[in-house]
C-alpha cells in the first residue's frame, strides 16, 4: 500500500513541476476551527465524514493555466479520514495526467461490544475459562456480558488512481489508467452453531486493482474506440473462525449424530479477478443518420481453494463426511457478452427516431458440484453413505445464468413549437437456466410530452404500460438442488404456489409529470408526480406494489440580495403480500394464510432563504431541512386459523427523523480574504424495534450472543469559524 | 384493458405513421435562430456574408461576457483548438459581422443572424457543442435517454455562467448533484433518507454510477447492467460463488433501492418481509411472530443466513458459512 502511494507521488512530482511554474499560479485557502457539541455518540453522526474538532484545512487548491501547460490541484480536509487530492496536468489537447486519492470512512456502530479477541488471520477467540463458565451455566451471563470492551464497526475506503490520456492527433485519443481501492476495518457478522447465533466482528481487508487502457478515434462521419480492463479482488482473509461462547470443545458425537461445536467458521469473499474487452463503434450513416454499437466480453474467474467442510473435528472425523468435497477449489468462471446497437435518425428537424437492439448474455461456466450435506456444524447423518441423490444427503451448485435481450424503437416528434411527443416501444425477453422460470418476456410502451414553454411553463407529462409474462414456470424444476427443498426429511420446504416477484407475470403502469413555471427571471417552481404501479401475477408471494410520489419546489429572487428556497417531496412505497403460517408437521392449510402490507412513507422538506446583507461585503445564509421516514409492517389473517401459531400480528412502526438547521454568515475583508461564521444544528432520532431492545446477551436467548451494535439517534451543535484566502 | 392499451398503442403507431407521410419540412424561424445561423453546419444564406469580427468587438457591447478570458474554453483553445481568445465568441456564436452591424437593433433582420445556442432546439445545441466535444463520454450521445427527451446541453451547462465549483465542468447549478436535481427532485429526496450512499457527503456524485451523456447501460448507467455497476466498486460480491443466490446474479435492485431507503444496507424493505417475499419456508417464523424473536431482531435472516451475497463454503448451502 505504501508504495501504491510513494510511485503516484514521484510521477506526480516529475510531472507537474514544470506545469505548476510555468507561470503565474492562483492558490486558495480556506481553513478554520470548529468545534462539536452535543450528544453525538451515534456512529450516525459521522457515517461517511470525518468532523473536525478544533483547526482543520477545509480546502485547497492550486491553478496554472499557462499559454501550454495547465495544472489544477484541489485538496480537501488534509489528514482527516475523508481526505481527498486530485491533481490534473498537462499540455491542453495533448497530454492529460491526472492523480487521485480519496479517503471515504464508513461508521457502521460505535455500540459494538464483544469479549472475542482478534488473534489474526480472522480467527477470534474467548477466554477458555468465559466458555466454560458459560458452558456449565448462563445464570450469570447478563450480569458480564455488558462490561465487554467496545470494539469499532467501521470499514475505511482509500482510493488511489492514476490516469493519463494523449490525444497525438484532434480525433485519436489513447489512455491508460490504474486504480487501487483499499478496503479496510471491520463489519458485524452472524455466525451460526447449529440452532444458536453468536455475533462476530467481520475482519474486513479488501484491495481491489484495476488496469485498463484504450484508444479511441472520433472523426466527422466515425468513430471507433477498444478498451481493455483487468480487475483483481484480493481479500487478505479468507476464514473467519469464532469461538463458542457456550461450549469450549466440541462435544463427543452422540448416538444421534449430534456434536455441539467449540467453534464455527465461515468463509469469507473469495479472490476473484476478470479481463474485460470492450470496442464501441459510431457512424455517421447518412447525413442524417447515426449508427452506434457496442460489444463487451468479460471474463470472470475465481479459484480460490475450499475450506474443509466443518471446522467441528468430531464431525469431520466421521467416514461419510471423508471425501466430502470433489475438488479442491471452484474453478469458477462466468463469461458476460454485451452487444447493443442503436441507430438514430433525425430525418428533418422536428423528428427523431431511434431503434435499437441489445443482448446481454451471463454464462456462468462454473461446474455444478454434487456434495455431500453438512447442514450443521453441530449434526451429521448417521445414515449410510450413498452416492444416490436424496434431499436430506446431497446438494448440488446451481450455477444460475441468465440472458436478456432487449429490442426497441422511439420516435420523438416536435409537433409545434410549445409541444413535442415521444412514443416508444420495447420488448424484453429474459431467458434463465436453473431458475424455476425457462423465461420471461415483457413488452413496454410508452408515451411523452414536453409542452411548452408557453405562459412560461413547460410540462413533461409521460405514461408507460408494460405486461410480463412468464414462459415454462415449473417451481419443481430445481427443488432438489435448493436449500430448502421441497421434501426434505419430514418436513416440508417451499411452498409450491410461491411466485418470486422476479419471476411472476406482471402488470405495470408507470406515470410521471413533471412541470417548471419560470414567469420571471427572479421566480420558478417546479412540481413532480410520479406513480408506478405492479401488478403481480401471484398466488402467493407479492401481490401488488405501488411507489407514489409527489414533490414541489420553488425559488424566487425578489432582489439580488435576497433569495428564497423551499421544496417539499414526499413518497410512498408499498407492496402486498400473501403468504402462509406452515409448521414443520404436514398442517399445510389456507386457513393459516396471512396478508402483509409493508408501506414505507417518506417526508422531505428544505427551505432556505440566502441574503446579501452589505453589498460585496457581507452575505447570510439560513436554512432547514428535515426528512421523516415512517416504516409500517402489518399482518392480519384473513380466515381463522387453526393453531395459536398462526397468529398474524402487525411488528411495531418504525420511525426516523433527520433536522438540520444551517445559518453562516461570510465577511470579505478584501479581495483576497473571506471571514465565515457558521453554525449548524443537527438532530437525528430512531425508532425500531429490530435495535432498540438488543443487548450483547438477553436472557431469553441464553446461548446466543451479540454485538450490540446500533445506530442510535444524536444531537449536535457545531461552531465553526474559518478563512479562505485566495491570491 | 389489454385491449385498450393495445388500442391505444396502434392508434398511436399509426399517427406517428400519418405525421411522417405528411412530409415534414423543418420550421425555419429566425427567432430560433437555426436557420439563419452562421455556424458551418447550417447553410443559409445571410451566413455567408457574415465574417468574424474578433472578441474585443463583441465585448464592446456584451461586457458582462468579458469574463470568459477566464473561462476554461478560452483558456484551452489556444493550444488545444488553435482558437485564440479574439476568435472565441465567433467559434460557437457565428461570424457576427452583420449582427453587430445591426446595433441593437431587433426590427433589423441583421440582429438573428447571430446564432444564439439559447433559442436553438436541443438537438441543434448538442449538434453545435459535439462540433468539439464528440466521443469520451459523449460516444452514446445520439439517441440517449437524456437527447431523445429533448434534454439540452444546456440544461446543465451554462457557459457564461456556470455556477460550479468545478469549473471544468461548466455546470449551471452549484454542484453536479444540483444539475441533476432541477429535473430527478425526487432523488434529492432519496438521499436524505437514513440509509444513503455519501452523495450529500461529497464522496459519491450522480456520475460515479451514471453518464448522463448516453451509455449502452440501463438508465444512463455506466456500465452494461446493473449488477456490473455495483460490483465494480463492491467486488467482494462478485463470486462466481459456489453457492449463488439467484436474485443475487440476476439483479442487485431485487432488494436493494440505491438512492435510498429507510431501512439499513439501502434495502427495499425490512427484514425478516424482505425475504419473505420469496420464501415461505417450514421451520421458520413464516407468521409476523413477536419481534422479540431472536431470528427477527438485529440483522434478522441474515444474522443466520449472513453469507447471502454467495457462499464458497462447501457446506455453505444455505449461506451460513
Redesign the interface.
Same mark, same amino acid.
Given at each position: 500500500m505504501r508504495l501504491q502511494k510513494i510511485i503516484p507521488a514521484t510521477l506526480a512530482a516529475l510531472i507537474l513541476a514544470p506545469a505548476v511554474w510555468a507561470s503565474d499560479p492562483s492558490v486558495s485557502l480556506d481553513f478554520g476551527g470548529q468545534a462539536v457539541r452535543g450528544d453525538v455518540a451515534s456512529s450516525k453522526f459521522d457515517e461517511y465524514i470525518d468532523i473536525p474538532r478544533g483547526f482543520y484545512v477545509e480546502s485547497l487548491g492550486l491553478r496554472n493555466y499557462g499559454d501550454d501547460y495547465y495544472f489544477r490541484l484541489d485538496g480537501a480536509k488534509p489528514g482527516f479520514k475523508d481526505q481527498s487530492l486530485n491533481i490534473e496536468t498537462g499540455i491542453w489537447g495533448l497530454h492529460k495526467f491526472s492523480l487521485g486519492y480519496d479517503q471515504t470512512p464508513h461508521n457502521l456502530s460505535n455500540s459494538a461490544r464483544t469479549f472475542l479477541r482478534n488473534d489474526g488471520e480472522g480467527v477470534f477467540t474467548l477466554p477458555d475459562n468465559l466458555q466454560s463458565s458459560l458452558q456449565t451455566s448462563t445464570t450469570n451471563a447478563a450480569g458480564f456480558f455488558p462490561w465487554a470492551p467496545g470494539i469499532p464497526l467501521r470499514v475505511d475506503r482509500t482510493k488511489s488512481s492514476l490516469a493519463y490520456t494523449y490525444s497525438p492527433t484532434g480525433p485519436w485519443r489513447v489512455n491508460l489508467g490504474y486504480s487501487a481501492e483499499k478496503k479496510d476495518g471491520q463489519k458485524n457478522i452472524g455466525v451460526n452453531f447449529g440452532f444458536q447465533i453468536a455475533e462476530a466482528p467481520e475482519p474486513v481487508d479488501y484491495l481491489t486493482q484495476d488496469l485498463n487502457f484504450g484508444t479511441e478515434y472520433v472523426g466527422k462521419t466515425l468513430g471507433w474506440r477498444a478498451n481493455y480492463n483487468f480487475s483483481a479482488f484480493a481479500n487478505g482473509i479468507h476464514s473467519l473462525t469464532v469461538d463458542n461462547p457456550v461450549n469450549l470443545t466440541d462435544t463427543a458425537a452422540s448416538a444421534s449424530g449430534s456434536s455441539t461445536p467449540g467453534t464455527a467458521r465461515l468463509a469469507l469473499p473469495p479472490n476473484n479477478h476478470s479481463h474485460q474487452f470492450s470496442t464501441d463503434f459510431s457512424a455517421k450513416t447518412t447525413a442524417k443518420s447515426h449508427l452506434n454499437a457496442n460489444a463487451s466480453f468479460t471474463s470472470l474467474r475465481q479459484n480460490d481453494p475450499f475450506l474443509p467442510p466443518t471446522s467441528n473435528a468430531v464431525i469431520l472425523s466421521k467416514a461419510r463426511v471423508a471425501g466430502f468435497v470433489p475438488q479442491s477449489s471452484l474453478d469458477g468462471m462466468v463469461n458476460t457478452l454485451n452487444a447493443a446497437l442503436r441507430w438514430n435518425w433525425k430525418p428533418v428537424t422536428p423528428v427523431s427516431v431511434n431503434v435499437r437492439a441489445k443482448h446481454y448474455d451471463i454464462d456462468n461456466r462454473t461446474p455444478e458440484l454434487t456434495l455431500e450435506r453438512i447442514p450443521y456444524d453441530s449434526s451429521y447423518s448417521t445414515g449410510t453413505p450413498t452416492k444416490s441423490f436424496k434431499y436430506g444427503n446431497v446438494r448440488r451448485s446451481l450455477p444460475y445464468s441468465y440472458d436478456k435481450t432487449n429490442a426497441g424503437a422511439d420516435c420523438y416528434y416536435s409537433i409545434a413549437k410549445p409541444l413535442s411527443m415521444k412514443l416508444a416501444y420495447d420488448w424484453e425477453r429474459i431467458g434463465y437456466d436453473f431458475f424455476e422460470a425457462k423465461a420471461t418476456q415483457e413488452d413496454i410502451y410508452a408515451v411523452s410530452f414536453k409542452a411548452g414553454p408557453f405562459y412560461d411553463l413547460v410540462v413533461r407529462p409521460s405514461y408507460q404500460y408494460a405486461r410480463r409474462i412468464v414462459k415454462d414456470y415449473n417451481e419443481e424444476l430445481h427443488w432438489a438442488e435448493e436449500s430448502f427443498p421441497l421434501g426434505e426429511g419430514t418436513a416440508l420446504g417451499e411452498m409450491p404456489q410461491l411466485r418470486k416477484f422476479d419471476l411472476a407475470g406482471r402488470k405495470r403502469h408507470k406515470v410521471t409529470v413533471r412541470a417548471d413555471w419560470d414567469p420571471l427571471d427572479y421566480l420558478n417552481a417546479g412540481v413532480d408526480y410520479g406513480l408506478t404501479k405492479d401488478d403481480y401475477d401471484a398466488e402467493y408471494g407479492v401481490q401488488d406494489g405501488r411507489t407514489l410520489y409527489y414533490s414541489v419546489d420553488a425559488s424566487v429572487s425578489p432582489s439580488d440580495r435576497l433569495g428564497i428556497y423551499a421544496d417539499y417531496s414526499w413518497e410512498q412505497m408499498s407492496a402486498f403480500t400473501r403468504s402462509r403460517y406452515r409448521s414443520s408437521t404436514a398442517d399445510d392449510l389456507v386457513a393459516n394464510d396471512w396478508a402483509g402490507v409493508l408501506k414505507d412513507t417518506a417526508h422531505s422538506v428544505d427551505v432556505g432563504v440566502q441574503s446579501v446583507l452589505l453589498k460585496d461585503k457581507l452575505d447570510a445564509d439560513l436554512g432547514w431541512g428535515m426528512t421523516y421516514l415512517k416504516g409500517l409492517q402489518q399482518a392480519s389473517n384473513p380466515g381463522t386459523i387453526t393453531t395459536a401459531s398462526a397468529l398474524a400480528t402487525d411488528f411495531p412502526n418504525t420511525y426516523s427523523r433527520l433536522q438540520k438547521l444551517r445559518a453562516s454568515m461570510r465577511y470579505r475583508w478584501s479581495q483576497s480574504l473571506t471571514a465565515r461564521l457558521g453554525y449548524e444544528y443537527q438532530r437525528y432520532t430512531e425508532t425500531d424495534w429490530s435495535q432498540d431492545d438488543l443487548e450483547v446477551y438477553q436472557k431469553d436467548w441464553a446461548t446466543s450472543v451479540f454485538l450490540g451494535a446500533a445506530q442510535t439517534g444524536y444531537e449536535a451543535h457545531l461552531i465553526s469559524l474559518g478563512l479562505s484566502y485566495a491570491f | 384493458m389489454?385491449k385498450t392499451?393495445h388500442w391505444? +398503442?396502434s392508434v398511436? /403507431?399509426v399517427l406517428?405513421v400519418l405525421?411522417?407521410s405528411r412530409g415534414?419540412?423543418?420550421?425555419v424561424?429566425a427567432q430560433e435562430g437555426?436557420a439563419v445561423s452562421t455556424a458551418p453546419s447550417t447553410e443559409q444564406p445571410a451566413a455567408k456574408t457574415a465574417e468574424f469580427v474578433g472578441a474585443e468587438t463583441c465585448i464592446a457591447c456584451h461586457a458582462d461576457r468579458a469574463s470568459f478570458k477566464d473561462n476554461i474554453h478560452a483558456?484551452?483553445w489556444? #493550444? +488545444?483548438?488553435g482558437i485564440d481568445f479574439s476568435k472565441s465568441c465567433e467559434t460557437c456564436h457565428g461570424p457576427g459581422s452583420l449582427h453587430g452591424g445591426a446595433a441593437g437593433d431587433k426590427g433589423n433582420a441583421d440582429f438573428f443572424t447571430i446564432k444564439n445556442p439559447k433559442t436553438l432546439?436541443s438537438?441543434?445545441v448538442a449538434k453545435l457543442c459535439l462540433e468539439c466535444h464528440?466521443?469520451?463520454n459523449r460516444?452514446?450521445w *445520439?439517441?440517449g435517454s437524456h *437527447?431523445?427527451? *429533448?434534454v439540452s446541453c444546456l440544461s446543465c451547462h451554462s457557459l457564461h455562467h456556470a455556477k460550479s465549483k468545478?469549473e471544468?465542468f461548466l455546470l449551471a447549478k452549484t454542484t453536479e448533484m444540483e444539475t441533476c436535481y432541477q &429535473?430527478h427532485?425526487?432523488k434529492? #429526496? @432519496?438521499f @436524505?433518507?437514513?440509509s444513503h450512499m455519501?452523495l450529500h457527503?461529497?464522496?459519491l456524485t450522480c456520475t460515479s454510477c451514471h453518464n448522463p451523456h448516453g451509455s449502452?447501460g440501463p438508465t444512463l448507467l455506466k456500465q +452494461?447492467?446493473v449488477n456490473?455497476n455495483c460490483l465494480s &466498486?463492491h467486488?467482494?460480491?462478485?463470486?462466481?460463488?459456489?453457492?449463488?443466490h439467484?436474485?443475487v446474479?440476476?439483479?442487485c435492485l431485487?432488494c436493494h433501492t440505491p438512492h435510498g431507503?429507510?431501512?439499513?444496507k439501502l434495502l427495499?424493505?425490512?427484514?425478516p418481509?424482505l425475504c419473505? @417475499? &420469496?420464501?415461505?419456508?417450514?421451520?421458520h417464523p413464516?407468521? /409476523?411472530?413477536?419481534?422479540?424473536s431472536?431470528t427477527?431482531?438485529?440483522?434478522?435472516c441474515?444474522? &443466520?443466513h449472513? @453469507?447471502i451475497h454467495g457462499?464458497?463454503?462447501? +457446506?455453505?448451502?444455505?449461506?451460513?458459512?
Open positions: - | 389489454k392499451i391505444i +398503442a398511436m /403507431a406517428t405525421l411522417f415534414i419540412e423543418p420550421r424561424s437555426e483558456r484551452a489556444p #493550444a +488545444a483548438k432546439s438537438k441543434n464528440q466521443g469520451g460516444f452514446h *445520439d439517441g *437527447d431523445s427527451r *429533448d468545478e471544468k &429535473c427532485s425526487v434529492k #429526496a @432519496q @436524505q433518507r437514513s455519501p457527503e461529497g464522496k449502452v +452494461a447492467s456490473e &466498486c467486488a467482494e460480491k462478485k463470486g462466481p460463488f459456489l453457492w449463488e439467484a436474485p446474479r440476476e439483479n431485487n431507503s429507510k431501512h439499513e427495499k424493505t425490512k427484514r418481509r419473505q @417475499q &420469496c420464501h415461505i419456508i417450514t421451520r413464516s407468521t /409476523a411472530s413477536t419481534p422479540s431472536i427477527l431482531v438485529g440483522r434478522s441474515t444474522e &443466520c449472513s @453469507q457462499s464458497n463454503h462447501p +457446506a455453505g448451502v444455505r449461506f451460513q458459512r
